[in-house]
């Protein structure tokens, strides 16, 4: 029975996840129509009588599967066929452990697929560094070089920007004295939000988030004025989609952890929730409200990409390396300390 579960769960938060992408696709060319004063999608759906081309995802989907998948003569065809699963793969596999609702023996339902993992943050850690595979083999075995001086752009970034991705959750860890991603809500619940106790740490993750996800202004392995489309250009049809879903699903997860590390999970200081509280009105709640958090954080990623242009390839690695790692570095000394003196 335990097995069955756990498949449903996969099952409907695989479905949700593919669905709220499609409609953050639609989200997303609505603000940036707004920000360049323009209508944006809004005729798909109007002969069925729906309104603002709420059904212009649909058609976006049926449109990228019934489109011919071109696999150019030269490339390393089992390398670029793969490029794309481990794009997805690794993007799901991260959503594994977080939890987007109450957690607990005394809960109706564990919302979350693979509840009282203690290392939960190393998981997302984890399986998120194994996104930068697919990204190289997608530029190194289209056999093109506009493709595969995206995939080096790329790995490099990445690679960079996970040090202090890192290193900026270590002074919410330390503490909440947990991995476990409910124990960390659980602290916030009974304390306060870890925005208050680490608000360097949060700038820090927030902006090496950005990174991580290739969005702007930090879209240097896609940069499509130099690289033509970077890492993917070889890529059509759903293979090509399957980056995109990739993409928009890292931002779902890294909006979640960043809701969830300091933005207290689904607390609301004026609303009387506890972490232990049970029943079901109580978890509906819970639910909408971190799913209202996570949504805001999405549209603030949406809009800051309409908002600033790209950084220069050397303005980004200097970043990482001159300013980002060693405040990250500077935040966990100064956390360990005033945890020493309070505690000792």
Not at 41 to 62: H, M, S, T, Y
Not at 181 to 210: M, R, T, Y
Request: glycine share 10%; with cysteine; proline share 6%.
């Amino acid at each position: 029975m335990l097995a069955i579960g756990i498949l449903i769960k996969i099952f409907v938060v695989a479905n949700v996840l593919m669905g709220a992408v499609a409609y953050l696709i639609w989200v997303e060319r609505k603000i940036a129509a707004y920000s360049q004063d323009r209508i944006g999608p809004n005729r798909c759906g109007g002969e069925f009588g729906v309104p603002a081309g709420l059904l212009q995802p649909l058609a976006d989907g049926a449109k990228m599967m019934l489109k011919e998948g071109v696999v150019p003569a030269y490339v390393n065809k089992p390398l670029y066929i793969l490029a794309p699963v481990i794009a997805i793969i690794a993007a799901l596999l991260g959503f594994a452990v977080v939890p987007f609702g109450p957690v607990g023996p005394d809960q109706m339902l564990d919302f979350q697929i693979a509840p009282y993992l203690d290392i939960g943050i190393v998981w997302v850690f984890a399986v998120g560094s194994l996104a930068v595979y697919g990204v190289v083999l997608a530029g190194w075995a289209s056999n093109n070089k506009y493709s595969f001086i995206g995939g080096l752009r790329s790995s490099a970034q990445l690679i960079s920007y996970e040090i202090p991705l890192g290193l900026s959750i270590l002074g919410i860890v330390l503490v909440a004295g947990s991995l476990d991603l409910n124990a960390i809500i659980k602290w916030q619940d009974q304390h306060v939000w870890g925005i208050v106790v680490s608000p360097l740490g949060f700038l820090i993750f927030l902006v090496s988030g950005f990174a991580e996800t290739n969005r702007l202004p930090f879209d240097l392995p896609e940069a499509e004025q130099e690289l033509v489309g970077g890492f993917h250009t070889e890529y059509s049809g759903m293979k090509f989609g399957m980056f995109f879903l990739g993409e928009y699903v890292h931002v779902i997860t890294v909006s979640a952890l960043t809701v969830i590390l300091f933005g207290g999970g689904w607390d609301l200081p004026f609303l009387p929730l506890s972490y232990d509280q049970t029943g079901v009105v109580p978890a509906i709640a819970k639910l909408t409200i971190f799913s209202g958090k996570v949504a805001c954080v999405i549209v603030f990623m949406m809009w800051i990409r309409w908002t600033l242009p790209r950084f220069r390839y050397d303005q980004l690695m200097d970043l990482a390396w001159k300013s980002l790692i060693p405040l990250a570095l500077l935040n966990l000394a100064a956390t360990a300390i005033i945890l020493q003196i309070i505690r000792g």
